[in-house]
């Protein structure tokens, strides 16, 4: 997804919003894979320094397997295509 966003990116001549993870794969085919280990990547965005995490809305269901102290350290962005991620990724603003 990461890759998909910075292409988009860079077409759109757009740039992704400061401190924000994107977590998530997209197959050949534009489909999203789920997220594994959803605690621990939560973790190592937020020792990245990530504000904000787009996370796929199929990874909805591990969220009860994440401490909530650090779910309280990001704003959550869920999408379920990849055009809605680029759409959240991305800076619109002036």
Same mark, same amino acid.
């Given at each position: 997804?990461?890759?998909?966003?910075?292409?988009?990116?860079?077409? $759109?001549? *757009? !740039?992704?919003? *400061?401190?924000?993870? /994107?977590?998530?794969?997209?197959? /050949?085919?534009?489909? /999203?894979?789920?997220?594994?280990?959803?605690?621990?990547?939560?973790?190592?965005? $937020?020792?990245?320094?990530? &504000? *904000?995490?787009? /996370? !796929?809305?199929?990874?909805?269901? &591990?969220?009860?397997?994440? !401490?909530?102290?650090?779910?309280? &350290?990001?704003?959550?962005?869920?999408?379920?295509? !990849?055009?809605?991620?680029?759409?959240?990724?991305?800076?619109?603003?002036?």
């Amino acid at each position: 997804m990461a890759v998909f966003i910075s292409l988009c990116s860079g077409a $759109l001549e *757009k !740039p992704v919003q *400061k401190q924000t993870a /994107i977590l998530g794969t997209m197959t /050949i085919g534009g489909s /999203i894979q789920n997220v594994d280990n959803l605690a621990d990547m939560l973790q190592i965005s $937020l020792d990245a320094g990530a &504000k *904000k995490v787009l /996370i !796929p809305a199929s990874a909805t269901a &591990k969220l009860g397997t994440v !401490p909530p102290d650090l779910l309280s &350290k990001f704003q959550l962005s869920f999408y379920d295509e !990849p055009i809605d991620a680029v759409h959240k990724a991305l800076y619109f603003g002036n």
